[in-house]
Each structure stands twice: as structure tokens, then as C-alpha cells.
């Protein structure tokens, strides 16, 4: 059975990004361009929809498209560094998430010192971003 290939606007729809995502990942090598015929449209692969579904489920996951591109580059047979590559994100995401523990314990320190202040005409958070340091 011969599968139908796609042109960018309908690949796009099918993958559900936009043709100038397309477009960028092609500038970035991380999909292939098809060569443009003499007349008519390029016409992409139907495999390229599932290359466009994995790298968006990628990002979610907070890989950044360089970091995809190397993925993409090993493919299946190399699960082991895969998984390295997947441990060293969670550790980079762990300290995210601690980084942003703590700017929120910060501004609830700053809410409750504007909540708790008497003088109106000086707000705790502003003068404390309006500083050099936190």
C-alpha cells in the first residue's frame, strides 16, 4: 500500500504545529526538507508527522531542541545513553523546581511584609526589587 506523502500545510495540520515550526525545524536539520520538484509542492513522508509529534512530546518534557536533535541523532538502538540523557534532565529539572521553591518562599516573604506593613507609602516588594541584590 503507498502511503500518502503530505505538503507542508497539511503535514502541519496532521501534527498539529505550524508550517513555520516546520519550516524552523528544517532550518535547524532536525527534519529533512524533501526536494522541491519542478512543479509543484515538496511532499513530506508520512514518518515526518511522527517526528514532529516526538520532538513536541520532547519539549514537554523540557528537553530543549538541541538536546532533541541528539536524541534524534542516536534513534532506538542506544537506550543506555538515551536514559543518561533522560537522568541528567531530571536532575536539571529537580533544580529548577527547587530554584522555584524558593523565589516563592521569597515573594511570600515580600506579600506578607506589604500585608503586614502600616505605611502605605513604601511597598516592601517594590523596594526590594528596586534593589542591587535579593
Known sequence: MNTPKLTIGRLARVAGVNVETVRYYQRL???????KPIEGYRLYPP??????RFIKRAQQLGFSLKEIHGLLEMGDGHCDDVRKRAE???????????????????????????????????????ETLAEKTI
Open 47 to 52: 514518518q515526518t508527522v511522527e517526528r514532529l
Open 29 to 35: 536539520g532536525i527534519i529533512k526538507e524533501p526536494p
Open 88 to 126: 541528567e534532565k531530571r536532575i536539571q529539572i529537580t533544580d529548577q523546581i527547587k530554584d522555584l521553591n524558593a523565589l516563592r518562599t521569597t515573594l511570600d516573604r515580600l506579600i506578607q511584609q506589604c500585608d503586614a506593613g502600616q505605611d502605605k507609602a513604601h511597598c516592601p516588594i517594590v
